[in-house]
């Protein structure tokens, strides 16, 4: 049988994507201006957008004392790392963000990651083998999913949020290392893990608790210490392994993973994307250094975020527009078809709405939604306007095939985020 051709096999899979109306285009953004961007079509016209699928929950990532750290450092210091931590790119900077973040979270010890992805995969390869097991909440990021195939361990996944079948699933393997792994807060549902039972099962299988908390960080918990500490939990338990994302509500670029002291140092010497990676600008660690600062203090943040949560989800219902329940900035609203959530985020396009639709396979089949993401820079009249334009988008679709067949061409072509491609199965 002749070997095939790899071009061949591309062209194949990108016409069958076309034909199923799942391509995925990027969109270029030419200015940001808090909430708001300048969106290039492909064409190069522009349009500005108010933009409601950014991670930016706090706001932070124009800040002027963020930004300003940023030019200051990268004046002194230069733009890149130049070398991995272990050999001469760890900086004072770093060191300083790591103690920050420790600080912050109530953990020993924190470990600088060049973004939440390679840190996922860092943790699982350097902690397990292939005679031990992790544990996954179906619905977890696609980054733990192959995390765990790589490290050559036996993975087993349990229904959404379902403690129980967590413990089910250890128990069916309980020989080897274990450990239980979950996003704290979910990027496509909104909904936050049972992180108390979860740290009950983790206690009582005598596996490790491993929390992705990438979207928890900076809006959960007291002082925005994420969903672990709103479990009233702890990662400087010997039993819980945090990660903190630096590149969401923080609003920069990296993440930290935050645990025992032993725990770390493991990490540092055995983690292959820690040792085989250039480190962070320390420009960047000196902005990331100054935003977790402003997460700690300032407060009105998070309570300005809620408010608009609460303000956008009554709004919504007395629309009848049928949001999953979430407490989270992340407010995602079921479509079904794929064709009918493009549609939607096209419709809003029109009146001036920047919102991601998020198809198969980032979610399950017939679960196509639009994701809306809240940040505090919002405004009570960008809410208001965002909630009137959907349901003027939910009246135009109405009459669009709804079957699942999201093959009409006029809506090809919207962006998707794509932060869980692969991981449900």
Not at 133 to 158: E, T
Not at 382 to 410: F, H, K, M, T, Y
Request: some cysteine; overall charge neutral; glycine content about 10%.
């Amino acid at each position: 049988m002749p070997r095939p051709d790899l071009h061949t096999r591309i062209a194949q899979a990108r016409a069958q994507r076309i034909d199923a109306g799942r391509q995925r285009v990027r969109r270029t953004v030419a200015r940001r201006d808090g909430v708001r961007c300048e969106v290039l079509d492909r064409d190069g016209k522009s349009r500005w957008l108010v933009n409601f699928c950014s991670n930016d929950y706090l706001g932070l990532s124009q800040h002027f004392a963020v930004v300003n750290a940023l030019q200051e450092a990268a004046s002194r210091h230069g733009a890149g790392g130049t070398a991995s931590h272990l050999v001469c790119g760890h900086h004072a900077l770093h060191e300083a963000l790591e103690r920050e973040l420790a600080d912050w979270i109530g953990a020993p010890r924190a470990l600088l990651f060049g973004s939440g992805y390679t840190a996922n995969l860092g943790v699982l390869q350097a902690l397990l083998g292939e005679d031990d097991v992790c544990v996954q909440d179906r619905l977890n990021h696609a980054s733990l999913i192959d995390a765990a195939r790589l490290s050559g361990c036996r993975m087993r996944r349990y229904p959404h949020l379902d403690a129980e079948g967590a413990l089910r699933q250890l128990r069916t393997v309980p020989e080897g290392a274990a450990m239980l792994v979950t996003d704290g807060v979910f990027s496509m549902d909104g909904d936050v893990a049972p992180l108390r039972e979860l740290s009950l099962v983790a206690r009582t299988q005598r596996a490790l608790l491993y929390v992705d908390d990438a979207h928890g960080i900076g809006v959960l918990g007291p002082d925005g210490r994420g969903s672990v500490a709103d479990a009233k939990l702890s990662s400087g338990n010997t039993g819980v392994l945090q990660l903190a994302t630096l590149g969401k509500a923080l609003g920069g670029y990296g993440a930290a993973v935050l645990g025992a002291q032993d725990v770390i140092e493991h990490l540092a010497e055995t983690a292959r994307p820690y040792i085989y990676t250039t480190s962070l600008p320390p420009a960047q660690a000196a902005a990331s250094l100054a935003a977790v600062k402003l997460a700690r203090t300032e407060h009105w943040r998070r309570d300005k975020l809620q408010t608009g949560i609460a303000h956008f989800r009554r709004l919504a219902t007395r629309h009848g527009l049928e949001l999953l329940p979430s407490d989270t900035p992340i407010q995602p609203l079921l479509c079904g078809s794929d064709v009918r959530a493009v549609a939607m985020a096209q419709a809003l396009e029109t009146q001036g709405y920047w919102v991601a639709a998020i198809r198969p396979p980032t979610v399950p089949e017939g679960r196509a939604r639009l994701r809306v993401a809240l940040s505090a820079l919002h405004t009570t009249a960008d809410i208001e306007g965002l909630v009137e334009a959907l349901a003027r988008a939910n009246d135009e679709v109405r009459g669009v095939d709804i079957s699942g067949d999201a093959s009409a061409p006029a809506h090809r072509g919207i962006a998707e985020h794509t932060e869980h491609d692969g991981a449900r199965n």
